[in-house]
């Protein structure tokens, strides 16, 4: 079994004389993303040397190691990394070796979960490429193994929550925070999918109610809320603390923002720039786009719509992108960024300071506004 982190978070790591690292600042030799990395090759040798005492035989070995390399780094970890610079900004110092160890662990357990759900929703999308590569599932040999592979993703999360945080406090609102946010993601994604089934396309299923239900539950709770209420945790505020409410009011927005912009750019972004070829209008999804669509249509544009929206053909999929360009939602969309920004913005003003720092929403915010990938 993996040990508690109470005393040494690792076998590398004692914390018994934490040192203080400038996280965040330009200070010689760190370099956050780099360090941030850097731990990533830790733990997943971590979970490697665990795996072995399952008497897990060689080529099993090699397979997860592959895995695992293929699918967890190589992102943006703009959810990991908001773990550090969110507890950063929470204690308002520079953080000691123990606790950027902690903050970094628990940013990968966020790029983990990130993982688990990405394997999984490309398999149900049958998506084609992902950071730039062919998804997980399309590598040669894969295939559904990658199923399993998703689940043994998930549970590498609970192995690392174990070693590191197991004699903690904090330690069981901890795992309930993880499995709520799973839970959670798994009902929004339940709602895109029998919102907007591949082999049954219905216009008519689609509204702005139910997207903002899928936005809130697939990606604003773990993208959004989970990272800072990590870093919150981390910080040792309880977890029945109101603080987590009023950061709940500044990142459900943010999140909502971010997915409408992550839908903007699958359909007008550059696969080369954002590492994947979008796939919303052939796979049927109910975006942001067809959301703003359809009640801006005329006659023949709805009709166009109908009979296009959900078909794999390149040719329909040209026909649907024709119509939104009629409805310039390019421009319906700058607007939309516009004032999405300055709403969360006059949130994150309406804080109170005393409870929790601004600026730690102003980072995340600065990390997605205006993002071309």
Partial sequence: MMRSGTKRTSDNHATTSPK????????????EKKHFEATYETLAKE??????????PANGLAWVEKMLNYTIPGGKMNRGLTVVSSLKSLKKR???EEELLHAEVLGWCVELLQAFFLISDDIM?????????????RAEGVGMIAINDAFIVEATIYRLIKKYFRGHAFYADLLDLMHEVTYQTELGQLMDLITAPEDNVDL???SIEKYKYIVEFKTAYYSFYLPVALAMMLHGIPADSDSYKQALRVLLPLG??????????????????????????????????VNQALPLCNAEQRKKLDENYGQRKPENVA????VYAELDLEGLYRNYEEESHAKVMKLIE?????????DMFVTFVKRVYKRNK
Avoid: H
Avoid at 20 to 31: I, L, N, P, R
Avoid at 125 to 131: H, K, L, Q
Avoid at 266 to 287: A, L, R, W
Avoid at 350 to 358: A, F, M, N, Y
């Fill in 204 to 206: 008519t299923r689609f």
């Fill in 20 to 31: 203080k690292v400038k996280v965040g600042t330009a200070a010689e030799g760190y370099d």
């Fill in 125 to 137: 999308d049958s998506s084609v490429t992902r950071r730039g590569a062919p998804c997980w599932y």
């Fill in 350 to 358: 309406e804080i109170d300071e005393k409870v929790l720092p601004r």
């Fill in 94 to 96: 520079d953080l000691t």
């Fill in 256 to 289: 909502e923002y971010f997915q409408a912009q992550d839908d903007y750019l699958d359909c007008f972004g550059s696969p080369e720039v954002i590492g994947k070829i979008g796939t919303d209008i052939e796979d049927n999804k109910c975006s942001w786009l």
């Fill in 47 to 56: 979970l490697l040397e665990d795996m072995k005492t399952y008497r897990l």
């Fill in 319 to 322: 026909v649907v992108k024709q």
